[in-house]
């Protein structure tokens, strides 16, 4: 049979690739999978979870001040000492936080790895070069020059996403850097530059791809890390400014009314506290999937 | 009576993936002093089953069945007493020296520990037990080398160090797991000519396990052949090389390269039509025109950064003045241990490192002076084949893109039909089905892997492929396919090739000429021919008669030329003869004078006494 | 090895003078003044302040007299608390945060390390799942959120330990705050400590080791436990820093006269000399003890040390 018929009669077997490996096995691991979930389940309530209430997270009820949760008065959550429903403001705030997360981590990836990329891959002195600026900038203590920021030059929200996100680059700058020499050195890249492959292409079609695994692991890590540098700020009262609110604003007024009303610390606590827990729980069942090595 | 019989020793593993059965069924028995090989693949069980003798298997797996020991079955043996076993009566050394000493402690710490565990004797009386020993397995400044740490001895050198560990309780037994597997074949013999006369010195009997015949050959009185977990054959080492029973056992010496048989003659082939062998024929026409590939006077060097942009910088010579020529049609080998070089010529050949001097000519084409494009254009003559099969195939590419993308490159022109056609065919040119396109290379073995490979490197149909170790990492019998499919490429399609490879008896078998380089420099190009069965050159002379033969009359009688001393660093060389720190010929002229490349006889050898030893011989 | 010191320590000046200078700019461009606070001050008078505190001099002139000063270990005044120099304030909190800090790290070293060695011998045993669980928690749940509902339970409720403050100095007092502060580096280094220990354990010469005869205790403190401890060690230095941000907000909810609040409040007043003073000194400290603990790991290290 000729090679033409074969080709032509014969369909090609379908292959498996890393990507399904990784997700067969991250399938396996319950936690992960809850955790999935969770966060699955908490972005859709954040986002029309309060279309649902009769309530607008700024509107007072007078009649209403510091009381506790019950179903009756609608107050799912309660409310805080300015009559604001809790349940709604919680939603809110987990929508600021979600999305300082995401916004935050975009910046910080984006400016990570193409660092990363380029010290990695260009090599010799660039790479040296680069990597030393990394190390100069490691050793600075960032969050008091966030804080300083955010003090004397208002409490901007892009302030905030551009703060937080440089704060996190570099992590994300050394692991790349990292993966590409390493890429860069494996046999199969080298078989490409003998062929003669364009260097874009071969950035395209080798290098990137290999770098999408740890690049996910480490977004999915840096989220929580995010969330929780904003929260941190939030409860130093350097955060959003009101009337829009986050987890960690809601935490520090909660704090503030622990002995008198704990359900407004206990609510937004527990929220941040489950996101936290699920996306660390989620980065560490896709580090087992994609970087195997037995735990 | 027997020192240790073992019975039905099974060996089971829990994975996610269900049980594996590793060893299945395994009797055996060890005399007093003798020396046992047991022999087999990667997958046999060989290791498996003697970690299961000292209950050193993985936490998932479980050993029944009877080892007996004195009249005790050590399989049954609570772990106390299988500790008060290990070192005193089973000691054990593995394959990677590197990884097996702690790198954290020195040699001293490591050695007075194993001592003070078993004996109760004071810390020196100790050390000077193990100073004893590490002069008994022929480490010079024994006093001074306790003191050091792991990372500064070479491999040679750590790996006698594991010895003398395991001798320091005057063990029965010994179980010696690819004890040289990781190392250069001159420093092998060195160890395995220091096992023996250790083994009769100390009465001890041991079992050593490989995958090398020609080692097992030299040392083993008997010998267990195993497959897939089984025990396939057994007896006495020369019943069972000269007269073996299986069916495996035949067919596995069958497929071992043997460093004293010649090149199969395929330059005289003549297939059943008559036509002569396009190999043949390119040869010959090569012979009057140009050769495909001149290089000359190649110097790669490398600049190591000692730390940080302050940091000193040292140079390292990786290839120091390198020349050859490689004819169309034809297959040249070249050899040598680690550190030689020889990977780094072959980049420098591919221009995927810079050459710090010297020429590369393809075709006649001085490939330095080509701009981006041409460069290009030619490398579709110039492939190349990598170690590893594995790591040279992106795992992120689908069969099909990995073949398809030198088209992609070289002959845009071509539309997704026509590149199917090619790419099925080529992949069943190697051997495989043609239906692989859309799966993935950790789907298939090391050895199909490697065909894969071969596929990308022949899809652009090149006159000259690079081998670089293409074979190292795969079994003996796929290992022996794999020549054969490139010696039947070569034939088919007139292919030059250049076989990079350590093991010499393969590079025979594949080669017309060779090259045997030492720390960057070449000392000896000849026929496959002269080179080993005349050779001219010390270091090669050294090298060929380090290299184990699957034979064990002819390995036992053997005179061996044993190199003295480890190799140097690179980084550091000697003046004049690079060899001459380990040449039992140097004279003062090799300390002052580095000898150039030159016609002695029908080779080119760089020794300043070539005439002399080749009138000798 | 003294060659790789001096080099690291070289190393480290760049990092300090950036930081210096980007927070000196910083606070310097930054809309509003130290005196926007006050009550409305005669022109003269404001000229005259200002003036005094070199503020009407152009900026580089100030970074560098305020370079100068600062290596002669002058910080200045303070602005707002008029009275004290900004040393003299650094010398008050610093004491106090010094012992939540130091406690706290000796804290988390010490049960990180055991629980993450125990988890890593239990691997995949119920004792495994738990210290790890534990410890997802302590990492996903900040310590701002752990200090609350901690003194919920002790002070409020049960009413064991005081809610905060420092009171006379004693222990009682120290107990929450130091515990709010170590909570998530116990979780970090349990963490570490476990992942570093499971794979040295999987080492090949511990395989020697057990091959010669030597018992467990024996191959895990000698032959595991140096380079288990390696990564944690490393991360003393980024732990210290974790620890010193944290304890702004620490003693921020337990009342504790320390630095941090010194700083909290500083930025909010645009107390210029005290904010700079206790970045810097934070500073000088996050890295001075990143550059002690290279010089650590390089000493264990052989392969460091001897090449």
């Given amino acids: 049979m000729s090679s033409e018929t074969v080709a032509a009669a014969v369909e090609d077997l379908p292959g498996r690739s890393l990507w399904m490996d990784a997700w067969r096995v991250l399938k396996r691991n319950r936690a992960a999978v809850v955790s999935a979930v969770i966060i699955g389940c908490m972005a859709v309530l954040v986002v029309i979870g309060p279309w649902f209430s009769s309530y607008r997270y700024d509107f007072t009820d007078w009649s209403n001040l510091s009381i506790e949760p019950s179903l009756a008065t609608g107050h799912l959550f309660g409310t805080d000492t300015l009559g604001r429903d809790l349940f709604v403001r919680t939603l809110y705030g987990g929508r600021i936080s979600l999305m300082v997360g995401i916004v935050a981590t975009l910046v910080s990836l984006i400016i990570g790895v193409s660092y990363g990329a380029i010290a990695g891959y260009l090599g010799g002195r660039i790479d040296h070069l680069m990597m030393r600026i990394v190390d100069i900038l490691y050793a600075l203590p960032f969050m008091f020059l966030v804080i300083l920021l955010m003090v004397f030059f208002g409490r901007n929200i892009v302030l905030i996403f551009v703060a937080i996100g440089a704060i996190n680059w570099l992590d994300m700058a050394r692991i790349v850097r990292g993966q590409t020499l390493s890429l860069k050195h494996k046999e199969f890249v080298e078989a490409a530059q003998a062929q003669g492959v364009p260097t874009f292409a071969i950035l395209r079609r080798h290098i990137v791809p290999n770098l999408l695994g740890v690049v996910a692991v480490y977004v999915t890590l840096t989220i929580p890390q995010v969330i929780l540098v904003e929260s941190f700020l939030s409860f130093l009262g350097l955060g959003v400014q009101e009337p829009m609110t986050s987890w960690g604003a809601l935490v520090k007024d909660g704090a503030e009314e622990l002995e008198s009303a704990p359900w407004l610390l206990i609510f937004p606590a527990a929220f941040l506290a489950m996101t936290l827990f699920c996306f660390n729980f989620l980065g560490d069942g896709m580090r087992d999937a994609l970087d195997p090595k037995d735990r | 009576m027997s020192l240790l019989k073992v019975e039905n020793l099974n060996v089971r593993f829990d994975t996610p993936d269900g049980e594996i059965h590793a060893v299945k069924n395994l009797s055996f028995s060890l005399e007093r002093g003798e020396t046992l090989g047991i022999v087999g693949e990667s997958g046999s069980g060989k290791s498996q089953s003697v970690l299961s003798l000292v209950g050193l298997l993985a936490a998932n797996g479980r050993a029944d069945g009877r080892a007996e020991l004195e009249g005790r079955n050590l399989l049954q043996l609570p772990e106390r007493e299988l500790r008060k076993i290990r070192g005193e009566r089973i000691s054990m050394i593995f394959q990677d020296p590197m990884t097996s000493l702690n790198p954290y402690l020195t040699i001293a710490d490591q050695m007075i520990q194993v001592v003070r565990e078993h004996e109760k004797v004071s810390k020196q009386a100790a050390r000077s037990r193990c100073r004893d020993m590490l002069t008994a397995v022929r480490i010079p400044e024994a006093n001074d080398r306790l003191d050091r740490y792991p990372h500064e001895l070479s491999g040679g050198m750590r790996q006698r160090v594991m010895i003398a560990a395991s001798l320091l309780l005057n063990p029965e037994i010994l179980i010696a797991d690819e004890p040289t597997t990781a190392l250069d074949v001159t420093v092998q013999a060195q160890i395995l000519d220091l096992m023996r006369e250790l083994s009769e010195r100390f009465e001890t009997s041991t079992i050593l396990i490989t995958h090398d015949l020609g080692v097992v050959a030299g040392i083993c009185e008997r010998l267990l052949v195993m497959h897939d977990g089984e025990l396939v054959e057994h007896g006495d080492v020369r019943t069972v090389f000269y007269e073996p029973q299986q069916a495996y056992t035949k067919a596995l010496l069958k497929a071992v390269p043997r460093l004293d048989a010649q090149r199969p003659d395929r330059l005289i082939g003549i297939d059943a039509s008559g036509a002569v062998s396009k190999s043949a024929a390119a040869a010959a026409a090569g012979a009057r025109e140009m050769p495909l590939l001149e290089v000359d006077g190649v110097k790669v060097s490398f600049r190591i950064h000692a730390g940080g942009l302050w940091g000193a910088r040292r140079e390292l010579k990786a290839v120091d003045g390198v020349g050859l020529t490689v004819a169309p049609g034809e297959t040249l080998g070249i050899v040598g241990e680690s550190g030689c070089g020889k990977s780094t010529l072959a980049r420098a050949i591919l221009q995927l490192v810079p050459l710090s001097a010297g020429s590369v000519c393809l075709l006649g084409q001085s490939l330095a002076a080509l701009d981006k494009p041409a460069l290009r254009k030619m490398r579709s003559e110039l492939q190349v084949i990598f170690q590893d099969p594995l790591a040279s195939l992106n795992p992120r590419m689908t069969v099909g893109d990995i073949v398809s993308e030198p088209l992609w490159t070289h002959q845009p022109e071509l539309d997704k039909a026509q590149i199917r056609r090619r790419v099925v065919d080529v992949l069943r040119r190697v051997g495989l089905a043609g239906r692989e396109l859309n799966r993935y290379p950790h789907e298939f073995s090391g050895g199909q892997c490697q065909r894969i490979g071969i596929a990308r490197a022949l899809v652009l149909e090149p006159k000259l492929i690079i081998c670089d170790e293409p074979v190292s990492a795969l079994d003996v019998s796929i290992q022996a396919q794999i020549v054969k499919l490139l010696m039947d490429l070569q034939d088919d399609f007139g292919l030059a090739l250049i076989f990079i490879a350590h093991d010499l008896a ?112 | 090895m003294l060659r790789y010191s001096l080099r690291r320590f070289l190393g480290a000046i760049p990092t300090l003078f950036i930081l210096i200078a980007v927070a000196f700019f910083m606070i310097r461009l930054a809309p509003g003044g130290p005196f926007d606070s006050e009550k409305v001050l005669l022109p003269e008078i404001e000229a005259n302040l200002r003036a005094t505190y070199h503020l009407d001099e152009p900026l580089y002139r100030q970074f560098a007299r305020y370079i100068g000063n600062i290596v002669r270990g002058d910080f200045g005044p303070s602005f707002q608390y008029r009275d004290y120099t900004v040393t003299e304030l650094i010398m008050t909190g610093f004491p106090v945060s010094l012992r939540l800090g130091g406690s706290a790290m000796l804290l988390a070293l010490l049960i990180g390390v055991t629980a993450g060695s125990i988890a890593a011998l239990s691997q995949n045993t119920r004792v495994d799942y738990a210290v790890m669980s534990a410890s997802m928690t302590g990492i996903s749940i900040p310590n701002f959120v752990m200090a609350p509902i901690l003194i919920l339970i002790f002070a409020v409720y049960l009413g064991w330990l005081p809610a905060g403050g420092l009171g006379d100095g004693s222990l009682r007092n120290l107990v929450l705050p130091v515990i709010s502060l170590a909570l998530p580096q116990i979780a970090y280094v349990s963490r570490l400590t476990r992942g570093s220990m499971i794979e040295v354990l999987r080492s090949p010469f511990i395989r020697t080791a057990k091959a010669q005869g030597l018992p467990l205790a024996k191959i895990l403190l000698r032959h595991a436990l140096k380079p288990a401890l390696l990564p944690v060690v490393s991360y003393i230095g980024p732990a210290t820093a974790a620890v010193i941000t944290g304890s702004v907000v620490i003693e921020q909810i337990f009342g504790v006269p320390g630095l941090g609040r010194f700083f909290v409040q500083g930025a909010l007043n645009r107390d210029y000399t005290l904010v700079m003073g206790v970045v810097i000194f934070y500073g000088v400290l996050i890295i001075a003890f990143n550059f002690l603990v290279d010089l650590a790991y390089a000493w264990l290290d052989p392969k460091v040390k001897y090449s």
């Fill in chain 2, 506 to 617: 393969v590079v025979r078998h594949i080669s017309h000429r060779v090259m045997v380089m030492y720390l960057g420099a070449a000392v000896e190009i000849a026929s496959q021919q002269d080179l080993y069965d005349r050779p001219t050159h010390p270091y090669t002379r050294a090298l060929i008669s380090s290299v184990p033969i699957p034979d064990p009359d002819k390995e036992r009688r053997r005179d061996r030329e044993l190199l003295s001393g480890d190799l140097p660093s690179p980084m550091d060389p000697p003046s004049g003869c690079r060899f001459r720190t380990r040449c039992r010929y140097a004279r003062e002229r090799c300390r002052q004078e580095q000898p150039e490349l030159r016609l002695v006889g029908r080779s080119q050898v760089a020794c300043h006494f070539a005439e002399e030893l080749l009138a000798a011989q």
